[in-house]
Nanobody
């Protein structure tokens, strides 16, 4: 599967953005999807993940209640709705895919993902 992330931009604190991750190739429903981010000078960190079916999600603590991950298997697209953005959310955001036989599982370690998109920059000004 090939992944392309888009939707980033420059916004003020408190604003919202929706990132999209478009997939092509093998059927999208075979993949667990995840979002990660990397800020300048920092390691890549987990943000959110969603199971193949979309029925299970998991978030890092810092985005719980503000970010929502979702997917539309018919459109081969995963989303990350980001509300109440903070300057500390500034980073390059990457989507990732992991082939899985389990419809309800998710993964939150970067090393568990097989495919990565190119990243989209999110900058939140104070």
């Amino acid at each position: 599967v090939q992944l392309q992330a888009f939707g980033g931009g420059l916004v003020q604190a408190g604003a919202s953005l929706r990132l999209s991750c478009a997939a092509s190739g093998r059927p999208f429903s075979f993949y667990v999807m995840g979002w990660f981010r990397q800020a300048p000078g920092k390691e890549r960190e987990f943000v959110a993940t969603i199971s193949r079916s979309g029925g299970s999600t998991y978030y890092t603590d810092s985005v719980k209640g503000r970010f929502t991950i979702s997917r539309d298997n018919a459109k081969n697209t995963a989303y990350l709705q980001m509300n109440s953005l903070k300057p500390e959310d500034t980073a390059v955001y990457y989507c990732a895919a992991r082939d899985s036989i389990y419809t309800g599982h998710y993964y939150y370690n970067a090393y568990e993902y097989e495919r990565w998109g190119q990243g989209t920059q999110v900058t939140v000004s104070s």
